[in-house]
């Protein structure tokens, strides 16, 4: 069975329960990831569409950027694997790139709005 398609050929991975273990964890090392441009954490900027924790503790993370033409595209998603490859219990993470859907201003969460002086 194909996984289902974000965009053809852009696998789609289902999101872990956030009851796994790890969830919290990851998020908040995603949290420990900055923007270079945005002085706000890439979690709360919408950047990590899903995070999927397989039952052998291996993360997988799609992920976006605000522009395609973001200057750290190549290195982004390794920032975002060695921040959750530290955490203990972690075996092995996969970070994949997506521009689809594009990331858009409403994805941000209420606390980056607020940093960023939107609200």
Do not use: K
Not at 29 to 53: F, H, K, Q, W
Not at 84 to 111: I, K, Y
């Amino acid at each position: 069975m194909s996984q289902p398609q974000i965009n053809e050929g852009e696998p789609l991975i289902a999101p872990s329960t956030v009851d796994h273990p790890l969830y919290e964890s990851v998020v908040e090392a995603c949290r420990s990831v900055y923007d270079p441009e945005i002085p706000v954490n890439i979690y709360d900027l919408g950047l990590i569409y899903t995070i999927a924790i397989d039952d052998t503790d291996a993360v997988r993370i799609m992920m976006t950027l605000t522009a395609p033409g973001c200057p750290v595209a190549g290195e982004m998603p390794g920032w975002v694997a060695d921040a959750v490859s530290a955490l203990p219990g972690v075996r092995q993470v996969d970070v994949d790139m997506t521009f689809q859907p594009p990331w858009g201003m409403e994805m941000m969460s209420d606390e980056a709005r607020l940093e960023l002086g939107f609200i």
